[in-house]
């Protein structure tokens, strides 16, 4: 099993971008389905954005599209979600997380079997 590593965050403007990046441990990376969720105080973690480790097919929820974009290089065993026009409302903690041989690209948390430390986005307005 990998074990995966948040980084890339901070504090950032609105309007203004960062890329996070998600390094994965172990020679199996590429058997992951990789996940971006993020969780706001007092909110759900929610879905943001993954991409299916057989085709490379990428999903992004509705309030995310045409600003972030999720990305992978298997040789470098990493992940990265590059987020762009950045709003107040994006402020969260940001996790990746790996769904292994995973049929379809998955948006349930419960369907992720490792999860990363997560890493602070916040944007001031």
């Known amino acids: 099993q990998v074990q995966l590593v948040e980084s890339g965050g901070g504090l950032v403007q609105a309007g203004g971008s960062l890329r996070l990046s998600c390094l994965a441990s172990?020679?199996?990376?590429?058997?992951?389905?990789i996940g971006w969720f993020r969780q706001a105080p007092g909110k759900e973690r929610e879905f943001v954005a993954g991409i299916y480790w057989r085709t490379s097919d990428t999903s992004y929820a509705d309030f995310v599209k045409g600003r972030f974009t999720i990305a992978r290089d298997n040789a470098k065993n990493t992940v990265y979600l590059q987020m762009n026009s950045l709003k107040p409302e994006d402020t969260a903690l940001y996790y990746c997380a790996g769904d292994v041989w995973g049929y379809s690209l998955t948006r349930e948390v419960s369907e992720y079997d490792v999860w990363g430390q997560g890493t602070q986005v916040t944007v001031s307005s």
């Open positions: 172990g020679s199996t990376f590429s058997r992951y389905t």
